[in-house]
Nanobody, 124 residues
Framework: QVQLVESGGGLVQAGGSLRLSCASS????????IGWFRQAPGKEREFAAA????????LYADSVKDRFTISRDNAKNTVYLQIKSLKPEDTAVYYC?????????????????WGQGAQVTVFS
């Protein structure tokens, strides 16, 4: 079973950057597409970015595509989300999720495995 663990969250000043990591403590994630989602207080979980299992194709939400970069290192069994120029509205719990589809998916229900989330708080 795929068990995902996010790390790298924290308290960051607006304009700063950080890198979130998503690693599997169980089965390898090299055969899975990985998506990053975020959920702000009182809001629904929303899609941020996704990457296919080989790392050749990626997809971003329009709201983040100029500031977020998703990448993966299958040798390390890890997917990354680099975020730059952080804004207070980026404050949310960030989740990574895995699915076995070959098409990059935007909806949370398309994903089979989820991590516990990492809190990112951006202050101005």
């Amino acid at each position: 079973q795929v068990q995902l663990v996010e790390s790298g969250g924290g308290l960051v000043q607006a304009g700063g950057s950080l890198r979130l990591s998503c690693a599997s403590s169980g089965r390898t994630i090299s055969g899975y597409a990985i998506g990053w989602f975020r959920q702000a207080p009182g809001k629904e979980r929303e899609f941020a970015a996704a990457i296919d299992w080989r790392g050749r194709n990626s997809l971003y939400a329009d709201s983040v595509k100029d500031r977020f970069t998703i990448s993966r290192d299958n040798a390390k069994n890890t997917v990354y989300l680099q975020i730059k120029s952080l804004k207070p509205e980026d404050t949310a719990v960030y989740y990574c999720a895995a699915n076995g589809a070959t098409t990059l998916m935007l909806t949370p229900r398309a994903y089979d495995y989820w991590g516990q989330g990492a809190q990112v708080t951006v202050f101005s």
